[in-house]
């Protein structure tokens, strides 16, 4: 209701509480509120700080298989939206010597996770397109993500980016795609999102 009135905060707010419980919807549509820039819920002002956020809930709703969750992730790999985490090792800041006077600091470490901006990683978007394309379209609501995903696919086969450049590979793609569309009538939903990005169809 908040969300229909345009009481968008408030909405966020209510689908917060629920998307940190691991209802996996409510942190789809969260994730799609920061991602859209509706709501300044964290105060950080900026769309690129609107999409960290997003990408967080993004990927929480993904791990319980939500397909649109996937499909946008690829997306902010491809873009190079959000942040990219590294695992990073730690040496002591002194020496650590041995019985023999040696010093052990460079064989002694401990890991940490690192966060740095995120850069255009096609190989990245590949492995979220190619989940979401393997996913069954026997539920007719799966269509749709499906047949973006293969579009892509088939977009970056033929394109060589992100994947070795096999023509007739993207052709199988594309064909996939348009059983997808004759099935399930969903061109016209995938059909206004062409050219908001150059190549791949955005999730959004």
């Known amino acids: ?8 905060d408030e909405a966020a707010f209510h689908l917060l509480l629920l998307a940190e419980a691991g209802h996996e919807v409510s942190q789809t549509n969260l994730a799609f509120m920061f991602d859209s820039g509706l709501t300044d819920l964290f105060f950080d ?9 997003a990408q967080r809930f993004y990927q929480l709703a993904a791990h319980q ?21 590294e695992i990073r090792a730690r040496h002591p800041s ?16 401990e890991t940490y996770e690192a ?4 850069v ?3 190989r990245l978007a590949v492995g979220h397109y190619l989940r ?8 007719a609501w799966l269509a749709p993500y499906v047949a973006k995903a293969s579009f ?31 099935r399930e009538s969903c061109f016209s939903r995938l059909a206004p999102n062409r050219g908001r990005d150059p190549g791949v169809w955005s999730a959004d």
């Open 94 to 109: 002194r020496p650590l010597l041995d019985d023999e006077g040696n010093d052990m600091s460079e064989w002694i470490s």
């Open 132 to 139: 979401v394309a393997e996913m069954s379209t026997d539920e």
């Open 115 to 118: 966060y740095t901006p995120a």
């Open 65 to 85: 298989g939500s397909p649109l969750a996937e499909l946008r992730l690829g997306d902010y790999a491809y873009a190079g939206y959000g942040v990219r985490k």
């Open 152 to 182: 892509n696919l088939g977009f970056m086969r033929l394109t060589g980016i992100g994947l070795p450049q096999v023509r007739r590979r993207s052709v199988a793609c594309s064909a996939f795609l348009f059983a997808c569309v004759k």
């Open 120 to 122: 255009p990683n096609p």
């Open 45 to 53: 002002g900026s769309l690129a700080r609107k999409r960290l956020h």
């Open 1 to 8: 209701m908040h969300y229909e009135q345009g009481r968008f």
